[in-house]
């Protein structure tokens, strides 16, 4: 299927492709299908591209490449809602905020994106705990 994007103009991308989020994004609850770009070839990062609103797309990151000891457990009823039965099924993907200069860019780690790899079912979880933040500098981390 052919796909406007934000950040990658027309591309095509297979059905199969897209990610599935049952019941959208918190504060975009009407958004339930996205795709992951790669921002660039070789880059670390993403676009969680909308499959409905060419003009929304988030960047993403696995976040364990700029936070190795995060950590957070998952809840049955998000492992049963994602069809969630072996860990390596599970990605992880967190939402970044891009600022002027870079080193000064955020992610999010209080809300991180869960797709089943298998099923491409997804969620974007809260998580309530106190140390993680909206608002993590992932330059600080490397």
Do not use: C
């Amino acid at each position: 299927m052919l796909l406007k994007t934000k950040y990658h103009g027309e591309i095509e991308v297979a059905e199969n492709d897209v990610l599935h989020f049952g019941h959208g994004i918190p504060g975009f609850l009407d958004e339930k299908e996205f795709v992951l770009l790669s921002l660039e070839e070789g880059s670390p990062f993403s676009i969680l591209q909308s499959k409905k609103t060419s003009e929304l797309g988030f960047v993403v990151v696995n976040p364990f490449l700029f936070f190795k000891d995060y950590e957070f457990d998952l809840g049955e009823a998000d492992k049963e809602l994602l069809s969630l039965e072996k860990e390596e099924d599970v990605v992880v993907w967190t939402i970044l905020t891009l600022k002027e200069t870079f080193e000064e860019s955020t992610a999010n780690l209080q809300a991180p994106i869960i797709v089943n790899s298998k099923t491409k079912k997804a969620k974007q979880i809260i998580i309530n705990n106190p140390s993680l933040r909206t608002k993590h500098k992932i330059l600080t981390n490397i």
